[in-house]
């Protein structure tokens, strides 16, 4: 089978040992941690994969340029190769740094809503996404085709927005109180699905028609980007770089955890197409929030890293085994039964909970359930994306109910061999096999914004 499937393109230098536990020791250890995966200690954890973001391995050219950093407060040198290198992917006139992308949608957000209650629109905001256009006091409206819906249906473009749909809600609402348009390359929350430049068009002509802005929220652009020259009608013969430029020209602002495509351990990046208001005010409200505008929350060392990373991200022999190592956990897992957002994304696969614990109503979290048995069966981390994430009604404080439950198993780039995909496919299969067993949770203890980071649960 793994003939198919793309080899690595890279040789491994250095090793880091692994650790394994008990069934009867991570038992334990899920109680300790309030049956909450992000409270476990990584040295607990036989593979990780709660994120991609900022878990990678860094090149021998990134950890050579890293040695190059200029740690001046202001004026930094890695700063001006970093701005280059930003100006030169996206085209854009203006860039800032930020410490990852919590910090670049902090700093930004607010600009557009300019009163309470203003709606930003999405394909799917994922959560701190969400929890920043709350905090701004908007409101997160999410608008993805519903094909996504589909587990089972294979769509080449998943991730794409219901243009239909989202004319009609800012007709509703009425221009005037619509903040902004937020697309998501690639989908996360919609099971890291890739969104056409079809649709990106469509999208930019009705931020056109009404004259509202269009922000890319762009962590993983470049397999975005590499999806298109895959499925897109006339984009096979087209450089990754170039089809990201074509995706950076439709929009307004980009805003970027560069812990994904960016392949560094930590930074975030802001930038601007022309809007000198939208500039000065995030220039602004960065010193008091993130750093300096020449260091914005990172260090010289890491922006020369992310300067050579955000290069590395757009090579197509990288893309193609990166996005292959998921194309073989997904079809390792339907294989043997297990249902999954299919087509796999770029970044991770999707196990689909709501189809393996129906008996698990959603305000009980079916896909936490799921995403704990697996830890306890091969210590595995994965994440819940589903109704425990989807958080509350920032209204009337209920629990919101998300449409998909998503056990997310979230691949890092350049970290494990196809040896330990397998691994992770014996012990979903096995969760599966024993999945009328999993029962839900409730909380002990709910912190108010981002709840799932930090709360702790116990099992019903």
Excluded at 144 to 155: A, P, Q
Excluded at 197 to 205: A, D, F, S, T
Aim: glycine share 8%.
């Amino acid at each position: 089978m793994k003939n198919d499937f793309a080899p690595e393109p890279y040789r491994i230098k250095m090793v880091e040992p692994l650790r394994r536990t008990t069934r009867e020791e991570r038992l334990v250890l899920l109680k300790e941690a309030g049956y909450n995966i992000f409270g476990l200690k990584s040295e607990d954890v036989y593979i990780d994969m709660l994120t991609d973001s900022g878990t990678g391995a860094m090149s021998d050219r990134q950890w050579s340029a890293l040695m190059q950093g200029d740690e001046a407060y202001a004026g930094s040198r890695s700063f001006y190769k970093l701005e280059t290198v930003v100006k030169e992917i996206t085209g854009y006139e203006h860039f800032l740094p930020a410490h990852q992308g919590r910090g670049a949608e902090q700093v930004a957000l607010p600009y557009f809503v300019k009163k309470k209650g203003m709606y930003f629109i999405s394909n799917m905001h994922f959560d701190t996404t969400r929890a920043h256009v709350e905090l701004a006091g908007g409101r997160a409206v999410d608008c993805v085709d519903e094909v996504c819906f589909d587990t089972e249906r294979y769509h080449p473009f998943k991730g794409n927005f219901d243009l239909e749909r989202l004319e009609t809600l800012i007709l509703e609402h009425g221009k005037e109180n619509i903040a902004g348009i937020i697309v998501t390359l690639t989908n996360n929350s919609a099971g890291g699905q890739p969104v056409s430049l079809e649709n990106q068009r469509g999208v930019r002509e009705i931020c056109d028609r009404y004259d509202l802005p269009y922000i890319i929220d762009g962590a993983r652009y470049a397999e975005n980007a590499y999806f298109i020259k895959m499925r897109e009608e006339g984009y096979a013969e087209k450089e990754l770089s170039a089809i990201a430029k074509e995706q950076f020209a439709l929009g307004d602002l980009f805003l970027m955890s560069a812990k994904k495509d960016g392949l560094v351990n930590i930074g975030g990046l802001i930038a601007i197409k022309d809007d000198e208001d939208l500039f000065r005010y995030c220039r602004t409200r960065l010193v008091p929030l993130e750093g300096f505008p020449t260091y914005g929350g990172m260090s010289g060392r890491d922006m020369e890293a992310l300067a050579v990373g955000l290069k590395e991200g757009l090579d197509f022999e990288y893309q193609r085994h990166r996005t292959d190592q998921a194309r073989y956990l997904g079809e390792s897992l339907r294989a043997a039964g297990v249902p999954i957002q299919y087509p796999p994304g770029g970044h991770a696969v999707f196990v689909d909970c709501k189809r393996i614990a129906p008996h698990i109503p959603y305000d009980r979290f079916p896909a936490q359930a799921v995403v704990n048995a697996l830890y306890v069966e091969a210590a595995v981390r994965g994440v819940e994306i589903g109704s425990f994430l989807l958080g509350r009604d920032p209204d009337t404080g209920e629990n919101l109910e998300s449409p998909m439950e998503f056990m997310r198993l979230t691949i890092p780039r350049r970290t494990y061999t196809y040896a330990h995909l397998d691994h992770v496919a014996e012990g979903v299969k096995k969760v599966h096999e024993n999945r009328d067993a999993l029962r839900g949770y409730t909380f002990e203890y709910e912190p108010p914004v981002l709840r799932h980071f930090t709360a702790r649960l116990r099992p019903l």
